[in-house]
């Protein structure tokens, strides 16, 4: 499986800006579609966000969707998670996701959460 490394995570205010980063152990990466997971406390782990093996194509929880944005640079190994107007309710630990392309495209981090290789999650507080 491939190892994943996250990291970015930390304290910020409401309102503010924090980027993630996953770094993968492996060129195979550029032939994998990587995501972001989150789980805040007493909460089940929910999709974020997902790019496509060649970044051409993204896929954003609503929740996110305008304040989030999922970006990966294959040379690097490397996927990043830009969060913007972060809000307290975003507060949680954030997982990498890395999996082979499937049938149901993006769609399979919603249909198929479980799937692939996860990282160890960096934390993210939001404080109000």
């Known amino acids: 499986q491939v190892q994943l490394v996250e990291s970015g995570g930390g304290l910020v205010q409401a309102g503010g800006s924090l980027r993630l980063s996953c770094l993968a152990s492996?060129?195979?990466?550029?032939?994998?579609?990587m995501g972001w997971y989150r789980q805040a406390p007493g909460k089940e782990r929910e999709f974020v966000a997902g790019?496509?093996?060649?970044?051409?194509?993204?896929y954003y929880a609503d929740s996110v969707k305008g304040r989030i944005t999922i970006s990966r640079d294959n040379t690097k190994n490397t996927v990043y998670l830009q969060m913007n107007s972060l809000r307290p309710e975003d507060t949680a630990i954030y997982y990498c996701n890395a999996r082979a392309p499937s049938m149901a495209g993006l769609e399979g981090f919603t249909l198929y959460p479980g799937f692939g290789s996860w990282g160890q999650g960096t934390q993210v507080t939001v404080s109000s």
């Open positions: 790019v496509v093996w060649s970044g051409t194509s993204t």
């Open positions: 492996e060129r195979t990466i550029s032939r994998h579609d």
